[in-house]
């Protein structure tokens, strides 16, 4: 208990899955949590987790414009933050073909915008909130962004890229001596409403063969949970980390040791 007492964080995609477990780990770990997502106003996911502890703002994670003015309250209300955790995203699989051949130009721009611009832009205006006192930024990257995946081309290219700009957030931090550190987070077959488009949301027989069929291919032989991910990104948050920047924690229960690189592998 206790491991981020007294800090001020801001979750990104906070609504659901990965984003809601790490925003609920915090609070229970002592720390302000400024929950964000795309919606308007507090999703009813998130009635449980708002109270004189946390707060929600929307936050279009790719609006530049969005980001000034959560930066503007955060600077008003706490004077400064002591947590990012750049987790938003999206697969984009409701958007069309994925693969290098089919992919429309516009659903590749969409997914970058989203994945990338919101973790640069996170990390911008991060920096800008942390650097008189130091601070955590934890960026949502994913084993899709270790390998190549032929069916979600824009996804993997996104998230790669969010993997190495996290190691140019931490070696410039590190040189301007803001006592920032930077590192990435890297899930893979981590059961999350961002599986829907794949397996619907009905709990049917094809679903289930086709859970069994992926959880036959991971080495400890069953998917991961968003707390399986929050547990990773809390240790990057508090102080344990402190001697950690630049760094990447691959979550996939042993794909990456090994197995091929497919579809069933993203976040």
């Known amino acids: ?22 925003a609920s780990l915090l609070r229970t770990e002592g720390a302000h949590v400024i929950l964000t997502d795309i919606h308007e106003t507090p ?16 936050l279009d994670v790719s609006s530049e414009l969005h980001w000034k003015n959560l930066s503007s309250h955060i600077i008003k209300t706490y004077g400064h933050l002591d947590i990012l ?8 699989l409701g958007h069309g073909p994925q693969d290098p051949e089919h992919a429309s130009l516009e659903s590749w721009h969409t997914i970058h915008r989203i994945n990338l611009d919101g973790v640069f832009l996170g990390c911008k205006y991060g920096i800008a909130l942390m650097k008189q006192r130091g601070g955590s930024i934890v ?8 390998v190549g995946v032929p069916a979600a081309a824009a ?21 301007k001596k803001y006592g920032i550190r930077c590192n990435s987070i890297h899930p893979g077959a981590i059961l999350t409403p ?15 063969e086709i859970l069994d069929h992926i959880e036959a291919d ?10 399986d991910v929050a547990y990773g990104a809390l240790y990057f948050a508090s102080d344990e980390s ?19 690189a497919s579809l069933k592998s993203t976040k």
């Open 155 to 175: 996804y993997a290219s996104s998230k790669a890229a969010i993997r190495n700009h996290t190691k140019s957030v931490a070696l410039y931090c590190a040189q």
């Open 218 to 227: 991971i080495p400890l032989g069953h998917m991961g949970t968003s707390e």
């Open 85 to 92: 955790i750049n987790n938003a995203g999206i697969t984009g």
């Open 139 to 146: 960026n949502m990257s994913s084993r899709s962004g270790l």
């Open 1 to 22: 208990m206790n491991r981020v007492l007294g800090k001020v964080a801001l979750v990104t995609g906070a609504a659901q899955g990965i984003g809601k477990e790490i």
């Open 242 to 260: 402190k001697y950690v920047t630049g760094s990447e924690l691959v979550i996939d229960g042993g794909i990456t040791c090994g197995s091929t």
């Open 194 to 208: 961002l599986w829907d488009d794949m397996l619907g949301t009905d709990a049917n027989l094809e679903k289930k």
């Open 43 to 58: 999703p009813p996911s998130l009635a449980n987790l708002l109270n004189e502890q946390s707060s929600y703002h929307c």
